[in-house]
T-cell receptor
Framework: GAVVSQHPSRVICKSGTSVKIECRSL??????MFWYRQFPKQSLMLMAT?????????EQGVEKDKFLINHASLTLSTLTVTSAHPEDSSFYIC???????????FGDGTRLSIL | GQQLNQSPQSMFIQEGEDVSMNCTSS?????WLWYKQDPGEGPVLLIA?????ELTSNGRLTAQFGITRKDSFLNISASIPSDVGIYFC????????????????FGQGTILTVHP
């Protein structure tokens, strides 16, 4: 149980392109989903907390207009990287929990490469 | 903000050896979690600890929630090659106002290499 699916697993695109990443909880309802960014050989950095039906809460230093988050249902959250540039290249990972203070279960991540 | 110090940063061991890693925090957490991450994949939950002093096992893995709520350790017994990966501790704080939404604070990770 507690399976989280993330799609796509890898994206390579040109600078200036907008990229959408999907995060789905397959066998449970997730009122809260989280989006992380991970650089090589580093830990996970929380970008934002996504709550179903409400606006996402962004961490300090994360541009909300650049990283658009939508959590339209209890099983789906999306992260859109708008007008992506090479410095946005990273490993983006989502997680979901069955409740606010339950363990988070992670997707397999999306490797984003901007040329 | 809260910070977690995870040690060691890396370990190189022989197959069959036991492994121990720990995390310490400058402030308390209500929940401690241990995850393992393989290259190119998301972290997988290994053990969750909810009470100070709690000792929990999952197969060859054992983890404990420190009495002070500011630390936790993870032990792996009789390591095997598939134990290779990065292990992360994570702390979760349940604030009274509920505004944290269960955010996790991650340690820097311990890279484990197991030689056959």
């Amino acid at each position: 149980g507690a399976v989280v699916s993330q799609h796509p697993s890898r994206v390579i695109c040109k600078s200036g392109t907008s990229v959408k990443i999907e995060c789905r909880s397959l066998d449970f309802q997730a009122t809260t989903m989280f989006w992380y960014r991970q650089f090589p050989k580093q830990s996970l950095m929380l970008m934002a907390t996504s709550n179903e039906g409400s606006k996402a809460t962004y961490e300090q230093g994360v541009e909300k207009d650049k990283f658009l988050i939508n959590h339209a249902s209890l099983t789906l959250s999306t992260l859109t990287v708008t007008s992506a540039h090479p410095e946005d290249s990273s490993f983006y990972i989502c997680s979901a929990s069955t409740g606010a203070f339950q363990p988070q279960h992670f997707g397999d991540g999306t490797r984003l490469s901007i040329l | 903000g809260q910070q977690l110090n995870q040690s060691p940063q890396s370990m190189f061991i022989q197959e069959g050896e036991d492994v121990s890693m720990n995390c310490t925090s400058s402030s308390i957490f209500n929940t401690w979690l241990w995850y393992k991450q393989d290259p190119g994949e998301g972290p997988v939950l290994l053990i969750a600890l909810y009470k100070a002093g709690e000792l929990t096992s999952n197969g060859r893995l054992t983890a404990q929630f420190g009495i002070t709520r500011k630390d936790s350790f993870l032990n792996i017994s009789a390591s095997i090659p598939s134990d290779v990966g990065i292990y992360f501790c994570a702390g979760q704080l349940r604030d009274a106002g509920g505004t944290s939404y269960g955010k996790l604070t991650f340690g820097q990770g311990t890279i484990l290499t197991v030689h056959p």
